[in-house]
């Protein structure tokens, strides 16, 4: 008896030990636990992640009727060894599996991770392990369409490290499942403004050209955390959409060596290039030791012959400089693959740009909601001979009309895709169409017999261009009220989100190549206008040469600098004048003929500034200039049967050098169907003073005149027959007007190729 009651007693006592280290325990959990008493920011994100494995494979199962698609996300965890702008791979081995565990897809997906900077979002991007914050890179994400896999009932993942530095991966899987909504249209509306942000942040035309398609998917789907089998108190609260996390989501695949977005790749038959708006150096670096690049300057008016660049190594390693370059376009070629990184001494920020373009093949075709009468811009590349067939219908869907044209395929030497796993691949050259479509056209679609990138743009009939102009780089934003208008604008498929889904939405890289030598075979001819515009005076301007076009004979207007060689042509001759600048505002025409030479030699001591055209090089140009004056319109009338090949408006001012406003507009009928070329009816130039070309007008009081950059309008391909063309003038100018024709004028004018 004795002993039960020792038994009992010891067994109290225990009992009575284990409770009380268990509540111990839980309070020491609970502490552990405890939220700090400062409260969270609105920016921070929390979500439960798990560790991915080398060996065992974390399960998640899921329901394969609910479940669209899957969304695997992946941080890398570094040790301090790692830099900040060195990319480290690993990757994740996934495999399906069906409800008797048998293996559907069993297949590998590959990422480059970066270190994220703390010292720029160090709250954000950080995992707590052990009570020590973590070096977490940059988030990846793939997805997995499990409606593509209907048996499919879970995914297991597996870690492939690839490198020593990584410590490992975190990962939380999201399954995008239906949600019960009646009206998404009116679900949205009621979701709060950062929320819709959100997802209009994907789009580059603003919250309003959403289409009821993404509305609609963006409410019916929802994205449901789910969790990894086997491990304990896991959160199964669904959670935010991933896109409104703080991680950079980057979604490419690296399975072949990855290439930095950054960097302009090139090649033996692929070239890149760099815009100088302004003179400045450039500052580039290459990888890996490889051999640089070959540098060529070209003037952007052709006025200079193209230049080899030489450069410089500088201090850095792989990295060298350029001299001072003027204003221009400098094109990167290399013969092997190679890889630089460039900017500016002065710090700009050197920019690349992009085309979206949709592919599309016999078996995928592209469609477009269009306004009536709009105008499109058919933006088309090929690596192959392709036959393109654009069909309009109207509001029932009925085929309006139909056109068919056939595209060369060659391969650009500029431009590159850049596929999912960043390899650069070649991609066809530009080809452009327009088309003009009826009132009752409401839907195009376009289809090829081949592979095509296409991208559409659109402008409505009577919609304004405008754009201002100058020899110079504009280093300010306009403050007159006048800005930049462009022509076109990218237009978004009604079959976006079908094509993005199947991967048939892609980013094109594109640079500017250097323009093409332009063989003339056509001839400029001053157009009188004494008639409409009966005050005119005489003009000396500069008026240089193309690099590439041959130097014809000078004419008896053509003037260059006297350079005191004493030689005077006899009184007989055409070419006996001189020209001679007195001051800024006084300057004088003499025929050597009528003055002896005593007063020759005094006017030419006296002036600032004297002008042969007897001799030499002789760029200067002796024109005649009319007055248009402020607003009041000029007004071109051209028969069906003859109007030039285009018309050049060259502008000047007096008393003042700030920016006039020429508009033009014109009158034609246009040609059905696809064409070429494009004809805008009303456009607007902001002109700047040009700083490169001098005039003056040969005036004995009033001599100053500045020099504006001309105005071309092309009479294009798509006009049938041209019947007006209207220039009006902001400021009252004097004005130059030349047409180009095919054949010469056969009436000789001393003002004839003005140009």
Excluded at 157 to 166: F, Y
Excluded at 256 to 266: G, K, M
Excluded at 637 to 656: D, E, G
Excluded at 727 to 751: A, M
């Amino acid at each position: 008896m004795y002993l039960i009651k020792r038994f009992l007693a010891i067994l109290a006592i225990i009992t009575v030990l284990l409770i009380a280290l268990f509540t111990w325990n839980s309070f020491l959990i609970w502490l552990d636990s405890a939220e700090p008493v400062n409260p969270k920011t609105s920016k921070e994100t929390r979500s439960k992640v798990q560790w991915l494995s080398t060996k065992k494979p974390l399960t998640y199962t899921f329901s394969n009727q609910r479940t669209h698609s899957l969304r695997i996300l992946s941080n890398a965890v570094f040790d301090q060894s790692v830099t900040l702008d060195k990319p480290v791979n690993y990757a994740i081995k996934y495999t399906l599996y069906n409800d008797k565990k048998e293996v559907i897809l069993d297949e590998t997906y590959h990422h480059a991770s970066k270190l994220v900077n703390h010292s720029e979002e160090q709250q954000i991007k950080q995992i707590i392990e052990n009570k020590q914050s973590l070096n977490v890179a940059s988030g990846q994400s793939f997805y997995l369409p499990i409606a593509h896999y209907p048996t499919a009932k879970s995914v297991a993942l597996l870690l492939i490290p690839e490198e020593k530095s990584i410590q490992g991966v975190v990962v939380r899987v999201h399954a995008k499942t239906p949600v019960q909504n009646v009206d998404p249209l009116n679900s949205w509306l009621k979701r709060p403004l950062d929320r819709r942000k959100r997802a209009t942040d994907y789009l580059t035309m603003g919250e309003n050209t959403l289409t009821n398609t993404e509305i609609t998917n963006a409410m019916a789907f929802w994205w449901q955390k789910i969790a990894p089998q086997g491990i304990p108190e896991i959160d199964f609260k669904s959670d935010i959409l991933y896109e409104s996390l703080p991680y950079n989501v980057i979604s490419y695949d690296f399975s072949q060596q990855q290439y930095s977005l950054a960097a302009y790749y090139t090649r033996g038959s692929l070239c890149a290039s760099v815009k100088l708006d302004e003179s400045d150096s450039l500052i580039f670096t290459v990888s890996d030791n490889q051999k640089p690049p070959s540098l060529i300057w070209y003037d952007k008016l052709q006025f200079e012959a193209p230049k080899k660049i030489n450069f410089t190594q500088t201090d850095e390693v792989n990295t060298y400089k350029t001299p001072l370059l003027n204003a221009g376009l400098i094109t990167i070629c290399s013969e092997k693959e190679l890889l630089t990184q460039w900017r500016t001494e002065s710090g700009a920020v050197i920019l690349t740009s992009y085309a979206g373009s949709y592919l599309i093949n016999p078996k995928v075709s592209v469609e477009f909601d269009i306004v009536p009468e709009s105008h499109l811009n058919l933006e088309l590349r090929t690596l192959n001979s392709s036959q393109i067939y654009v069909t309009l219908y109207d509001n029932n869907k009925k085929q309006i009309e139909r056109y068919a044209v056939t595209i060369k395929g060659e391969a650009s030497k500029f431009d590159r895709l850049i596929a999912s796993n960043t390899q650069r691949q070649a991609v066809g050259m530009l080809t452009s169409y327009y088309l003009r479509t009826p009132q009752q056209a409401r839907y195009i679609k376009v289809e090829s017999s081949d592979d095509v990138y296409l991208r559409v743009k659109s402008r409505l009939a009577n919609f304004h261009y405008q754009r201002r102009t100058a020899h110079q780089p504009l280093t300010t934003e306009s403050t007159d009220g006048f800005y930049d208008i462009a022509a076109w604008y990218e237009q978004k498929a009604s079959n976006h989100y079908d094509l993005a889904q199947r991967e048939h939405f892609v980013n094109i890289r594109t640079f500017t190549p250097p323009r093409d030598i332009e063989e003339t075979t056509t001839y400029y001819q001053s157009k009188e206008l004494f008639n409409v515009l009966p005050l005119s005076n005489v003009a000396l301007g500069l008026s240089p040469k193309r690099y590439y076009e041959k130097p014809e004979p000078s004419q008896e207007f053509n003037f260059g600098i006297y350079n005191n060689n004493h030689y005077f042509p006899s009184s007989g001759e055409n070419d006996n004048r001189l020209i001679l600048k007195i001051n800024n505002n006084s300057a004088n025409e003499v025929k050597t003929g009528d003055i002896s030479l005593s007063e020759k030699m005094k006017l030419i001591d006296e002036a600032n500034t004297v002008y042969q055209n007897w001799y030499g090089h002789r760029p200067w140009v002796k024109q005649r200039l009319y007055q248009l004056d402020k607003n009041k319109p000029i007004k071109l009338l051209y028969s069906k049967n003859k109007h030039p090949i285009s018309i050049v408006f060259k502008a000047f001012r007096t008393q003042s050098n700030k920016p006039i406003t020429l508009s033009l507009e014109h009158t034609a009928n246009y040609k059905l169907g696809l064409t070429s070329e494009y004809s805008i009816a009303k456009q607007s130039y902001q002109l700047h003073n040009s700083e490169l070309l001098e005039s003056f007008l040969i005036h004995p009081k009033k001599s100053q005149l500045a020099s504006y950059p001309s105005v071309t309008f092309k009479v294009a391909n798509d006009i049938d027959s041209l019947q007006s063309v209207t220039l009006t003038s902001s400021e009252t100018i004097w004005l130059s007007i030349l047409e180009e024709y095919l054949v010469k004028d056969q009436k000789v004018r001393w003002w004839n190729n003005e140009q």
